[in-house]
């Protein structure tokens, strides 16, 4: 199986901060790397699919970048309502694996 | 708008199975997998397996394998998660959620459905 390693699981920012997350895959995986934003007590939402297709709807202040092995999810100028865990998740392969997530706190 | 909804909450005893339905609409049922993902408590997300809406083929997870059984009814257009021999690891947040398809074979899972807690405890 393809393991998904995010580090750190947690992270502090602010309001109007720019904050990159990491994501690090054990193979290749090339660019079948998504991301999702998950609230408390609810259903995981597609961010950012193949690495760096911006999901319709989603606000144009995230973005991802990376293939091969090494993934970042980068959102400029953080709103309050952008505080919540993020996950990605390799999809070159089943099983497909989740990253533990990174939790973006105040 | 593409919707999934799930069964209700449920509660069961160690070595007992559960069920779980996922009931689809907005969008042809037939050309899309379905695929179900679990949450434990303070875990991460886990991919149990996917059914294809046409043709009913089903993959499942290695860890589940044995265990899990997903199936899908067109004319009802819902998916159903099945688990068998349940244990206490097993209390999680099941969900569904459909296939997305993009360019150059790039899946991803949306919408997800609202999830569904189950509880295994004696």
């Known amino acids: 199986d393809i393991q998904m390693t995010q580090s750190p699981s947690s992270l502090s920012a602010s309001v109007g901060d720019r904050v990159t997350i990491p994501c690090r895959a054990s193979?290749?995986?090339?660019?079948?790397l998504n991301w999702y934003q998950q609230k408390p007590g609810k259903a995981p939402k597609p961010l950012i699919y193949?690495?760096?297709n911006l999901q319709s709807g989603v606000p144009s202040r995230f973005s991802g970048s990376g293939s091969g092995t090494d993934f970042t999810l980068t959102i400029v100028s953080l709103q309050p309502e952008d505080f919540a865990t993020y996950h990605c998740?390799?999809?070159?392969?089943?099983?497909?694996?989740f990253g533990q997530g990174t939790k973006l706190e105040i | 708008q593409v919707q999934l909804v799930q069964s209700g909450a449920e509660v069961k005893k160690p070595g007992a199975s559960v069920k779980v339905s996922c009931k689809a609409s907005?969008?042809?049922?037939?050309?899309?997998?379905i695929h179900w993902v679990r949450q434990a408590p303070g875990q991460r997300l886990e991919w149990m397996g996917w059914?294809?809406?046409?043709?009913?083929?089903?993959k499942y997870s290695q860890r589940f394998q044995g265990r899990v059984t997903i199936t899908r009814d067109t004319s009802a257009t819902t998916a159903y998660m099945e688990l068998s021999s349940l244990r206490s690891e097993d209390t999680a947040i099941y969900y569904c959620?459909?296939?997305?398809?993009?360019?150059?074979?790039?899946?991803?899972?949306?919408?997800w459905g609202q999830g569904t807690l189950v509880t295994v405890s004696s």
């Open positions: 959620a459909k296939e997305a398809r993009g360019p150059a074979a790039h899946n991803w899972f949306n919408p």
């Open positions: 907005g969008y042809t049922f037939t050309s899309y997998p």
């Open positions: 059914v294809n809406g046409g043709n009913g083929d089903t």
């Open positions: 193979h290749n995986i090339g660019t079948f």
């Open positions: 193949a690495a760096s």
């Open positions: 998740q390799q999809s070159y392969s089943s099983p497909y694996t």
